[in-house]
Structure formats: structure tokens, C-alpha cells
Nanobody, 124 residues
């Protein structure tokens, strides 16, 4: 399984960005997918997850109401729409494939394949 993330960039506070992650190999719809982020000097943290067929989603409290995760299983793609961005959202964002079908898994160890990361920078 390979994951390729794209869509990062620089934006001012209050702006929006859309991250995409395309998977190759494996059976995409069999696994939940997630987004994590890692800011400089901090541990990688959970951002959002979505179940195998997209029926359920989960978000960290820090992004709830601002970010939306979705997936298109026909295109093997998972997307993170990020609105109302804040400077504290600045980080490298990683997509990852869950070891499980459902969404309620928040630890790095719950995910077995990772994309290369894409940098999001939000300026004040």
C-alpha cells in the first residue's frame, strides 16, 4: 500500500486548504483512513478519521466544526477540507490507513501505512 498526500501550502488565518491522499494497492474501502499532523517539536497527533465506506467520521476537539474528512472509494482518495484555519494548525499533515474499519482509533499505532506528509503553514 502506498499513500500519496498533496494539497498543502501557505495561507493566512481564516483561509482554507484542501488536502488529498490517494492510495494504491490493497482494498481501499476495507479500512478506515485518518489524518494526523505534527508541528515542530511536538508529537504527531490525531486530526480526523473516516470509516471504510465513509459512514462515520471522527475529529479531534481542536478541529471539530472547521475540518471535514471525506473519501471517494471509486478513486481511492481521502480528502481533508480545512476551513477557518488558525496559526496553531501549522504542521506537516499525514494521511494514514487504519488497521481497522471503524473510526474510533486515535493512536499512531492504530495505523499501518502512512503518506509522506504535506506542509500546511498558516500565518496570522
Amino acid at each position: 500500500v502506498q499513500l500519496q498526500a498533496s494539497g498543502g501550502g501557505s495561507v493566512q488565518a481564516g483561509g482554507s486548504l484542501r488536502l488529498s491522499c490517494t492510495a494504491s494497492g490493497g482494498t481501499f474501502s476495507s479500512s478506515g483512513m485518518g489524518w494526523f499532523r505534527q508541528a515542530p517539536g511536538k508529537e504527531r497527533e490525531f486530526v480526523a478519521s473516516i470509516s471504510g465506506r465513509g459512514g462515520s467520521t471522527d475529529y479531534s476537539d481542536s478541529v471539530k466544526g472547521r475540518f471535514t474528512i471525506s473519501r471517494d472509494n471509486a478513486k481511492n482518495t481521502v480528502t481533508l477540507q480545512m476551513n477557518s484555519l488558525k496559526p496553531e494548525d501549522t504542521a506537516v499533515y499525514y494521511c494514514a490507513r487504519s488497521k481497522y474499519y471503524l473510526t474510533n482509533f486515535y493512536k499512531v499505532g492504530d495505523y499501518d501505512y502512512w503518506g509522506q506528509g504535506t506542509l500546511v503553514t498558516v500565518s496570522s
